[in-house]
């Protein structure tokens, strides 16, 4: 039974409509029945990384890491390469699930903290000792971002610091200049939609100097996807373990794809679409955007405080054939937030922007 | 292009036909696109669990919880579980990885050790201070087995220490009792017959009350995916982490697809397979069973000795339309492995006998 309803949820979201017949492809060639240590496999990791480093421009200097979410890329980051002390700008759930994994680990992280909904203040002085900065780049639960060179700004105050970003539902749209950027990681399901199950680490090789520290100081920095563990794997085109073939498969697809679009076409379509939702819903009565600081308003994730009409507007927009996703957390039920990632269309999205103004 | 080669690889190996179909529906259904919080996707958890516990006669005592794969389970098991000692029979590359996760967590496991292609001795004694006893029940590097007998037998002796078993190439054939058996894990890419990317590990819910005192002795028990944190979501039927939906998915559709065939069917098949690869192979020239002892032999997991003519051997195989595994690690260009897995029809193993007869 075929479902016509068209998703703008926050990930999972809207598939490629390639995807099906890209896996089918790939069965028929019988991808999923190689082994995954040798050449036929190690030609899809790199075909994976050739165009995802294309598409992102992420230079020779950094690796690629396949984890199995963006919460494992958190957990593995953490491990290996913070003694003690990382400091997390917080601002939303998953900011705090940043934070949190590093509690768990028994780390002793830094919390700054602002109001969901808010910017982080980036001009804050960060302690002496903080080993590594982390900040959620586009905060999905509320639909806050922090500039890109506000970020560059924080990492030339601390060169020596390393920095690693959250850009689980901005990439592939986000543009990062990764000499300034030592680790963002994401996952598949949000703005390269697909089906969920794949984290995607990219890191400068330069960190790996801290785990090897680490190891010889007989620190716990994981088993089989330590950052050694993992480096070594990538630099002969595998993964640590029998990977996800299907998603990277899938990822290569998907990235020879949009490099075909080009990134620069995507961001300005991204680009053009926000501007649509902000403008065209500025003044509508019932709606007001949760991030009201316009430079801190994310292109990808728009949340909308509407009330006690929340329920009444999904069912209107499912209605007309599309799923939004909710409010996270405690605005659960009084916020709507819109996915705008590369596969969700402009006509879409204006028609969406006029059932909002009809309600 | 069409590939038709059939995989006898010890996994990834040869996929069940309808895989491609299974995901086409799913696709369609925009399955991959729903929120993973919601009763939609529930619905596709519990249909799993309820498929997998009665295809495997798992009782109510035992969770399941989803993984990225086999190794990760070992992580995990080991985090949760040990405080410092685990004690491990070692008996080929498996055994071994699950003993070096437990040194990679700062353990200090036990090594109990025995010669590539023998089997375990369970009838030794275990240290009492042993809080974990692990075991590779069918070991994929050599293909010998541990009779579930004599691991239950060590169990009987032992009724105070958790065991876990590694069941990757040997489950769903491998019939087990759970009331004897804490632990089982297995990855999906074997007799599942489905791409990698998913590990399954089924566990008695008696086991996290270690897990619960570890965490108020303040041990590191990992972050998202640690047992309290798996079971709260397992009872919600969720995952801790926006999972692999297609592998959930699809190991549902494999699992009913067993079952409407029947699990006693498909041991009587694998059984027979077995004693044909065993009884017509036994007096050719040039071949020996790396595992000489009978008890000890693989059902599904067939590694023969070939010497300098493995090479050969393969190709001659290819050239007939059969891809089958080398050894492993040192054995690498001197032995062939054959998977036995469900998919793996009776008239190719006849073929494959009839080719190896003839060199």
Tied chains: 1, 2.
Excluded at 131 to 155: F, H, V
Aim: charge should be neutral; include cysteine.
């Amino acid at each position: 039974m075929k479902q016509n309803k068209k998703y703008f949820t926050c990930g999972p979201t809207e598939l490629y409509p390639d995807i099906g017949r890209w896996l089918q492809e790939a069965i028929d060639q019988k991808l999923f029945s190689i082994t995954h240590r040798g050449k036929e496999y190690e030609n899809i990791f790199s075909g994976c990384v050739t165009e995802l480093k294309a598409l992102m421009n992420i230079p020779e200097t950094h690796s690629i890491f396949f984890m199995s979410g963006a919460t494992e890329c958190m957990e593995r980051i953490i491990e290996n390469l913070v003694e003690e002390k990382s400091a997390h700008f917080v601002n939303g759930a998953f900011a705090e699930r940043f934070y949190t994994t590093a509690k768990e680990l028994k780390k002793e992280p830094y919390l700054l903290s602002a109001d969901w909904g808010k910017g982080n203040d980036l001009s804050v002085d960060i302690s002496k000792d903080t080993e590594l900065i982390c900040i959620t780049q586009n905060e999905t639960s509320t639909g806050a971002l922090s500039p890109m060179e506000e970020i560059y700004a924080l990492k030339d105050r601390y060169p020596d610091k390393m920095m690693a970003i959250d850009i689980v539902t901005s990439s592939p749209y986000v543009k990062i200049d990764f000499k300034k950027i030592d680790i963002a990681f994401f996952s598949v399901q949000k703005g390269f939609g697909m089906p969920a199950g794949l984290g995607v680490l990219i890191i400068n090789n330069k960190c790996f100097e801290k785990t090897l520290e680490m190891k010889e100081m007989n620190f716990n920095i994981g088993t089989y996807n330590n950052f050694l563990n993992a480096y070594k794997y990538y630099t002969l085109n595998q993964n640590t373990i029998t990977p996800n073939v299907p998603g990277i498969y899938l990822l290569w697809k998907v990235c020879e794809h949009l490099n075909g679009i080009g990134i620069e076409k995507i961001r300005k379509e991204t680009e053009e679409k926000a501007s649509l939702y902000y403008s065209e819903l500025k003044n509508v009565n019932g709606i007001e955007f949760f991030v009201q600081e316009e430079k801190y308003r994310s292109k990808t994730i728009i949340v909308l405080n509407v009330g006690e009409k929340q329920k009444a507007i999904k069912e209107k927009l499912i209605s007309e054939g599309y799923i939004v996703s909710s409010g996270y957390g405690k605005f659960k039920d009084t916020q709507i937030r819109i996915a705008n990632f590369p596969m969700h269309g402009v006509e879409d999205c204006k028609k969406i922007i006029e059932i909002l103004k009809k309600i």
